[in-house]
């Protein structure tokens, strides 16, 4: 009696075991680490695979600058950006665009959509490893609607992937007449920059 139930219980725990091992027909490169193991403050490469996630985080930040200069809602630069002079000209581009369509009186016509096209998504190894994202945002308003194309950085920093640099090259875009146009947007660091940076003030 003693050997049947030991036999029972060794074909219970064998099972079991088996049912938590992985099912092969799972692709294992392609899943993602736990979040969990990001948080303590070190600096954590980007990885090929936080391509999703770049490109989450651009185009949540594009919908939302052009419904804060359309619209005058709120912008948390904190939420998408680290960089304290990144934080600092983005709120003051925000600001000075919607002040100009305020001025014109062209907030009435207000944002009610923003599609993304991503057309390019380049991961950029190296010592300080980023990705490239060129990103072709419609902006649908209420009468009528436009496209404009943005370029962005992204970087884990301290564990968190963050913008580090964006720039728009639209027609008479803030950014084309404060830093100039066709501007190459390839340096991971250039708001570390204080000389550049004072440049913009």
Partial sequence: MKRTYLLILLVAISITSACEQTDPSVDQENKRPPAANAG???????????????????????????????NGLEFDVSRYMDDPN?????????QSQYNLFRKNNLTYNQVKEVRMEAEKVDYIEGEQSFYYLKLNARIT?????????????????????????????????????????????????????????????
């Avoid at 990144?86 to 925000?94: A, D, R, T």
């Avoid at 580090?164 to 404060?178: C, E, F, I, L």
């Fill in 40 to 70: 303590k403050g070190e600096s954590v490469s980007l990885s090929k695979l936080d391509s999703q996630k770049a490109y989450d985080l651009c185009a949540e930040a594009l919908s939302g600058y052009y419904k804060a200069i359309w």
């Fill in 86 to 94: 990144l934080k600092q000209y983005s709120e003051k581009k925000i």
């Fill in 141 to 201: 308003k209420d009468v009528g609607n436009y496209a404009e194309p943005s370029e962005f950085l992204v970087q884990n920093r301290n564990g968190k992937i963050v913008i580090v640099d964006w720039y728009t090259s639209g027609k008479d875009s803030y950014d084309s007449m404060m830093r100039g146009e066709n501007q190459v947007i390839d340096n991971p660091a250039i708001w570390k920059n204080s000389e550049w940076v004072n440049k913009l003030k």
